[in-house]
């Protein structure tokens, strides 16, 4: 069972480039959401998508974009990376809206 | 806005002991959910434990359990007969109520639990 997949697991940037993070869910979850955790802090929650067709702010959005691109894809999108944006990213799926989330393992995202 | 406290950045416990973390939160909402998520070396986010605040009843998972205290917004982990593989990060999480369409998760800022052999 892959539940939760994202793509890559680590990548370096250099500061001012764009890159797409991808997220698949295989379980016919509707929400999806992607969170960044810096150290010492929890997960913060960047962008959520409540349904195919639907995003919505979270805690963290600027120097973010993300696509619902259909029920089974999330993507996030750095325009202009910066070094404030280091940080590991997770995405994470949920089905009805009693259902606990469920996470991918995450990527390790370094802006030089 | 909701928030989640863990005021344990770290703790140790030995082995086949018993620990127990601590949470607490605010909120203005009656009806929500709180997990407890696990953090092994390994970076995965795995659910531990979840409580129903609508539920008088403390959850329980063989030798994972919570004490929920509602009024205090108190919402602790403990965790009996603690294994070597329970050493990770424990993060607390609120959730609001999917009746308003709050999904999000708000985290605590986590405990790091080292398990003595």
């Known amino acids: 069972n892959a539940g939760v997949t994202q793509t890559p697991k680590f990548q370096v940037l250099k500061t001012g480039q764009s890159m797409t993070l991808q997220c698949a869910q295989d379980m016919n979850h509707n929400s999806m959401y992607w969170y960044r955790q810096d150290p010492g802090m929890g997960l913060r929650l960047i962008y959520y998508?409540?349904?195919?067709?639907?995003?919505d702010k979270g805690e963290v959005p600027n120097g973010y974009n993300v696509s619902r691109l259909n029920k089974r894809e999330f993507s996030l999108r750095l325009e202009s990376a910066a070094p404030s944006q280091t940080s590991v990213y997770f995405c994470?799926?949920?089905?009805?809206?009693?259902?606990?989330?469920?996470f991918g393992d995450g990527t390790r995202l370094s802006i030089l | 806005a909701q928030t989640v406290t863990q005021s344990q950045p770290e703790m140790s416990v030995q082995e086949a002991e018993t620990v127990t973390l601590s949470c607490t939160y605010d909120t203005s909402e009656s009806d929500y959910y709180l997990f407890w998520y696990k953090q092994p070396p390994s970076r995965q986010m795995i659910l531990v434990i979840r409580?129903?605040?609508?539920?008088?009843q403390n959850a329980t998972e063989n030798r994972f359990s919570v004490n929920f205290q509602k009024a205090a917004k108190s919402f602790s982990l403990k965790i009996s007969d603690s294994q070597l593989g329970d050493a990770a990060m424990y993060f607390c999480?609120?959730?609001?109520?999917?009746?308003?369409?709050?999904?999000?998760?708000?985290f605590g800022t986590g405990t790091r639990l080292t398990i003595i052999p």
């Open positions: 409580q129903e605040a609508y539920k008088q």
């Open positions: 999480a609120y959730r609001g109520s999917p009746n308003f369409g709050n999904e999000k998760l708000t």
């Open positions: 994470a799926s949920s089905g009805t809206q009693r259902q606990p989330q469920h």
């Open positions: 998508s409540a349904s195919e067709g639907t995003t």
